[in-house]
């Protein structure tokens, strides 16, 4: 009765039966989201074959620990995105229907092929959602890319399967491990270059860019919160089960994240646009994640994909709601605004604190666990880069605190009078919604023991491979 | 001691609170909760050696902990008498009052930090909430800077204390740290790592940059907690450095200058550079704050020299000049801050003859400056006086002659303030300005009594830095009575107090007998009717020292080069941006094409 594929089942049906039912579809996506949340507690964990065919013969869903984890922090993540979005989410509910489905199928999936079709439908739907703002060359760029990067996916898991005769995500490793480096090396790449531009890996995730910066009350949550912590996932588990590397590929990839992470930052603190630092301040944290993933440190990746996952929804509820209010999203116009939103102010200063990595916040566990993660590969000079990108990280996103807390002139005291005119930026029921994921984010913070222990769990449910590129790269 | 945590931790959120009702009662909170702790933490002093946990904190009592958190103390509690008079200037009272308190939580905590992740954790608290508070002063960028280069530290204590974790395989901070002593290599690089935050925090040169700034422009009744408190977490941090961190093992097979291996002699040499720029940078100061801000500079080289100098002397005036700093440095900035409170303005040229409406605050500021210029008998120059017997001892001349210039120089910029704020002419529209309020006059007064005490009866303190440096192993200061020894000599301060005394009683006897000046008022002008377009330009006060500060008004300042970088760093993004993040996708489809072939050319050989 109760199954994973119910995960996937019950968005879509969801899906049909709102296109019919127009009027209920927010209701319809709620009511999924929930009852995904009661499927998530009750089915039990394992291997799922679906119809009764066995590997590689059948479909099987791979409903581990690390699949619940991330499961979870989507369902929960989808369900407020949702209802702070309100209307928004209410015009496109069936679409974010078929977005729940095909993220679900993404993290479930063991097949190499289906995993295509659900990135398909969770880039399709993700082109739809990324209109609402009537920005529609940003979507056309993404779209461009996104399908490039489908194809070279596809043409990757072909060639697997060509090499191998299987598409069994699980374990696939051991098989390509197996075969001469030079036959794996461009499967392996076309899948890597394939999940790249969802990453917003540098250089080809330059759709990132206007997608997150003119992003509105959905589309920034669903981008920032949705959308990158489950294709971090996905990556996650490609890395732990599928992709073998050898010292060429796996530089390639280390280099390719560093450089996303490190100019990502750069570019971010030159921002005067708070969506637009807000950004490439995600594909910065996104390329720190897959440093992470290609080190084969799961524990620390998933780590920090949870904590940016809440720490950039809050950031982009926050922003999205005052910058609709005030018709701005510079630093000029929105300066001093948190003295009007007191309560959003200080829940994005905790979100904005949480992500830099400040004691007491959950960042800062992520952060730690991370450098010294990376510090047992030897390679002592990732953490440096790390440490000394996380200065212009901690640089920019004062600043931005400074300036939206402060409504005083440089060189001169706060006035109440300088105070932009009050505006509603969310309402109540929103705000209540964003202070409630503030409060996890926070309880997470104070009690970061016992999060790395359930996620202790998580990760190595990841770990097959246990190789890392530091200690010699081909299997 | 978990107990005092729990404590103003309790009393932050209650301070929070009242505050939201009426920010000076909030205000006059913080007032009771520092002298709470203040009372709490002397308690503690026969307790050294215990240790508590407080969930993940660990925390020990020790005596140089205790040192320091007595101080930090002292100088929050006095400062708190200020608060409820600066909450009407504020745009967030509540927040100030609560993260007044939160600062002071993280500042206590590093001091009796027992592992290396609360040290840590109890440094970044301290840290950000106090950039909070320098943000609700008069700049953002001032609270910025003071954030990033705050930060720079910050992240490379983190590698410092996370690489030390890795590799010793324990967190407390003595046992992770003489772990070093068998592995030279990485003990080098920790040792950077850690003292570069010592270095950003105490304003050494070239990271002195954020004191003028933030000092200057915080909230008035913050900026001595910056300068005599929060500053003093840099010492702590560099106490640990080659007091608790056997750097002088580390270092012991490299070259040696009298005796000091070379990297620390580095050190000391950025010291005696932050002696000299920050007293040539405060005499050519027109605003009376970033004055004092840049004599923080340099008497943060005087603290920096002595503690590593881990000697008998030097070090004892280290850590005593600690505690005159603070004290005569939080008692200037409060006789400033009582000044702006009258007059609205803390540009010394806008200033003048406040001593005849202020004279307790004139009395204040004149005992706080000559302890920090070090003149006797106030207790800056027994510290002062100590750190030169130990650079002379070892015969470090250089490090001594910058000792000395800064010692001069001091006189040059304490006299600056003292005259154009405090003597002279008083303008008109300040006829009417009365003495600082009773409550603000008690806070400076403790002080003051602290400042002259100290220099009285210096051995008080010094019998508590003796009990340090016998625990870490050195030969300690020795005191007999009210006489301080050492190699070169000897001092007995209440004799050197009752010479003084002698020769002041006398002047003051002259002073009565003889007939009074008259007042000459600031109009009373001699410019024979012609009407005077600019005024403040005719001011005593303005270019006090041109002839002097001629000298070097051209020398490059170091601000700049910080601007420069941040500027190059904004430039490295906008080209990525531009580069990476094109507009067109046909860019970025040709990107990932290239990547591709690169990847398998490369890989197919």
């Known amino acids: 009765m109760w199954s994973p594929v119910w995960l996937i089942v019950l968005p879509l049906l969801m899906a049909f039966i709102s296109v019919v039912i127009k009027k209920q579809q927010y209701l319809l996506l709620n009511l999924s989201i929930l009852l995904n949340l009661a499927v998530l507690y009750l089915a039990p964990q394992g291997m799922v074959i679906i119809g009764g065919f066995r590997p590689p013969f059948g479909i099987s869903l791979n409903f581990d620990r690390y699949a619940f984890i991330s499961l979870l922090l989507i369902q929960v993540l989808m369900l407020f995105a949702t209802f702070i979005a309100g209307p928004l989410a209410k015009k496109y509910g069936t679409v974010l229907l078929v977005l729940l489905a095909g993220i679900n199928g993404m993290l479930l999936t063991n097949d190499l092929f289906n995993l295509f079709v659900m990135i398909e439908v969770v880039s399709i739907a993700s082109f739809i959602i990324s209109t609402s703002n009537g920005k529609f060359t940003h979507t056309f760029h993404y779209l461009i890319l996104a399908s490039v990067g489908g194809v070279f996916f596809l043409l990757g898991a072909v060639m697997v399967y060509a090499y191998t005769g299987t598409l069994v995500v699980q374990g696939l490793f051991a098989t390509l491990g197996q075969l001469p480096n030079a036959i794996s090396l461009i499967p392996m790449m076309l899948i890597i270059l394939g999940l790249a531009v969802e990453l917003k890996l540098m250089p080809v995730g330059s759709w990132a860019k206007n997608i997150y910066g003119n992003s509105n009350v959905l589309t920034g949550p669903i981008f920032a919160a949705v959308l990158a912590p489950a294709f971090g996932f996905v990556f996650g588990r490609m890395m732990g089960e599928v992709v073998v590397l050898n010292p060429i590929t796996g530089y390639t990839l280390l280099f390719m994240a560093i450089a996303t992470f490190v100019l990502g930052e750069l570019a971010a603190y030159r921002q005067k646009d708070l969506l637009k630092t807000l950004a490439f301040s995600s594909i910065a944290q996104s390329g720190l994640a897959i440093i992470l993933f290609t080190l084969n440190l799961p524990f620390a990746a998933i780590l920090l994909l949870i904590n940016n996952a809440l720490a950039k929804s809050i950031l982009f509820w926050v922003a999205t709601g005052v910058s609709t209010a005030y018709e701005t999203s510079s630093m000029k116009g929105l300066r001093g605004v948190f003295y009007n939103h007191r309560i959003l102010g200080i829940t994005f200063s905790i979100a904005s604190l949480s992500l830099v990595g400040i004691p007491l916040f959950l960042g800062f566990y992520a952060k730690v666990t991370a450098v010294m993660a990376i510090f047992t590969t030897g390679l002592i000079w990732i953490p440096v880069v790390i440490l000394a990108t996380a200065i212009i990280e901690g640089a920019y996103m004062m600043k931005w605190l400074l300036q939206l807390w402060s409504p005083a002139k440089e060189g001169h005291l706060a006035s109440t009078e300088e105070v932009p005119e009050k505006r509603e930026a969310l309402n109540m029921t929103q705000i209540v919604a964003v202070c409630l994921v503030a409060l996890i984010l926070f309880v997470f913070g104070l009690v970061p023991q016992r999060v790395g222990r359930v996620l202790s769990v998580a990760s190595q449910a990841e770990i097959s491979q246990v190789e890392t590129v530091a200690e010699g790269g081909g299997q | ?605």
Not at chain 2, 360 to 367: A, D, N, P, Q, W
Not at chain 2, 583 to 595: E, K
Request: charged residues 10%; neutral net charge.
């Open chain 2, 1 to 605: 001691m978990t107990m005092i945590f729990i404590f103003l931790g309790l009393s932050l959120l209650l301070s929070y609170v009242l505050s939201r009702k009426q920010p000076t009662l909030g205000a006059y909170f913080t007032i009771i909760a520092s002298l709470a702790g203040l009372i709490s933490v002397y308690l503690l002093r026969n307790s050294v050696g215990v240790t508590e946990s407080f969930y993940y904190l660990n925390f020990q009592i020790t005596t140089i902990g205790w040192y320091f958190a007595m101080i930090l103390l002292t100088v929050y509690f006095t400062s708190a008498f200020f608060n409820p008079f600066w909450m009407d200037e504020l745009i967030y009272p509540a927040a100030y009052n609560s993260l007044y308190l939160l600062s002071l939580v993280g500042t206590i905590g590093l001091f009796f930090a027992q592992d290396l992740m609360t040290l840590f954790i109890c440094w970044e608290t301290a840290v950000w909430s106090s950039m909070l508070i320098v943000q609700q002063g008069k700049s953002r960028q001032a609270a910025w800077v003071y954030f990033v280069i705050s930060a720079i530290g910050s992240m490379s204590t983190l590698f410092a204390v996370l690489l030390t974790m890795y590799l010793s395989g324990t967190s407390e901070i003595t046992g992770a740290l003489t772990y070093f002593t068998t592995a030279p290599v990485a003990g080098a690089l920790v040792f950077g790592a850690f003292i570069l935050a010592g270095l950003t925090k105490i304003g050494i040169f070239p990271f002195h940059v954020w004191l003028p700034l933030a000092h200057g422009s915080a909230p008035h009744t913050f900026s001595p907690v910056l300068s005599g408190g929060l500053v003093k977490m840099g010492a702590y941090i560099a106490y640990l450095s080659v007091a608790v961190f056997p750097a002088y093992q580390v270092f012991g097979d490299s070259l040696k200058i009298q005796g000091v291996p070379l990297p620390i002699y580095g050190l000391m040499i950025l010291g005696a550079a932050s002696i000299v720029y920050g007293t040539l940078r405060a005499i050519q100061q027109e605003d009376a704050k970033r004055l004092l801000a840049y004599s923080s500079v340099a008497n943060g080289g005087y603290i920096l020299i002595g503690i590593l100098m881990m000697d008998q002397m030097a070090f004892a005036g280290g850590l005593m000049h600690l505690l005159n700093h603070a004290v005569a440095s939080a008692a200037a900035f409060l006789a400033i801050a009582a000044v702006a409170k009258r007059t609205g303005t803390t540009k010394m040229s806008e200033l003048g003859g406040i001593i005849h409406r202020m004279p307790i605050t004139y009395t204040v500021y004149l005992i706080a400056i000559i302890s920090m210029a070090g003149i006797p008998p106030m207790g800056g120059f027994v510290s002062k006086w100590l750190i030169f017997q130990g650079l002379s001892e070892k015969g470090l001349i250089l490090l001594a002659t910058a000792a000395a210039f800064g010692s001069i120089g001091s006189y040059m910029y304490v006299f600056r303030p003292l005259s154009a704020v405090f003597l002279g002419q008083l303008a008109p529209k300040y006829e009417h300005i009365k003495e600082a309020n009773p409550v603000m006059v008690t806070a400076m007064l403790i002080l003051t009594a602290m400042s002259l005490l100290l220099g009285v009866l210096p051995n008080l303190v010094l019998k508590t830095i003796a009990k340090i440096q016998i625990e870490l192993g050195i030969n300690p200061i020795i005191v007999n009575g009210t006489a301080t020894l050492t190699e070169n000599g000897s001092v007995d301060m209440l004799q050197v107090f009752t010479v003084f005394g002698f020769g002041f009683l006398l002047i003051l006897i002259l002073f009565m007998v003889l007939p009074k000046s008259r007042r000459v008022g600031l109009m009373d002008t001699y410019t024979s009717a012609e009407f005077i377009h600019t005024p403040e330009l005719l001011h005593y006060g303005h270019s006090f020292y041109a002839p002097f500060e001629r000298l070097y008004e051209k020398w490059p300042s170091v601000l700049p080069l910080y601007k420069r970088m941040s500027m190059k760093l904004s430039e490295l993004g906008e080209w990525a941006e531009s580069f990476f993040f094109h507009p067109d996708p046909n860019r970025a489809v040709l990107w990932i094409v290239v990547v591709a072939i690169v990847v398998i050319i490369g890989g197919a050989q």
